[in-house]
């Protein structure tokens, strides 16, 4: 049983390169002016806004993998503020994605409702 943990250590360092290096993902959704655009772009938008998001819930993935590999690398040598400063850095790298996100969707949004209002009948007289 002692032989299995240091071994089990030994595995977990050793797949830490595997999360080096969390590629943040690409960002340029293209969102169509809402007045002039087809059906087929306000879905293609919606989709690749959609695609984004699970793009970012594989990056946080990778970042909660890379961080814990680090600060697991540290060992008893590191201190609680040593690992709140790789925390922290990793939650800013994460936060930083989602917040491009959120303008994107905000974007859409303002867009679609620009779509939707150029569908609407006009009001009767």
Request: hydrophobic share 45%; proline share 6%; aromatic share 4%.
């Amino acid at each position: 049983m002692k032989v299995l943990l240091p071994l089990t250590l030994l595995a977990a360092l050793a797949a830490a390169p595997v999360y080096a290096d969390c590629t943040p993902p690409n960002d340029a959704v293209k969102i169509p002016d809402g007045a002039t655009a087809t059906k087929d772009q306000m879905l293609a938008a919606q989709h690749a806004i959609k695609d984004a998001d699970a793009a970012i819930a594989t990056f946080s993935d990778c970042l909660r993998a890379e961080q814990d590999a680090k600060i697991a690398a540290g060992g008893d040598k590191m201190t609680d503020a040593d690992k709140l400063k790789i925390s922290t850095n990793y939650v800013d790298r994460q936060n930083a994605e989602v917040e491009k996100l959120q303008k994107l969707a905000d974007q859409f949004n303002v867009e679609l409702r620009a779509y939707k209002a150029k569908l609407a009948p006009p009001p009767a007289h």
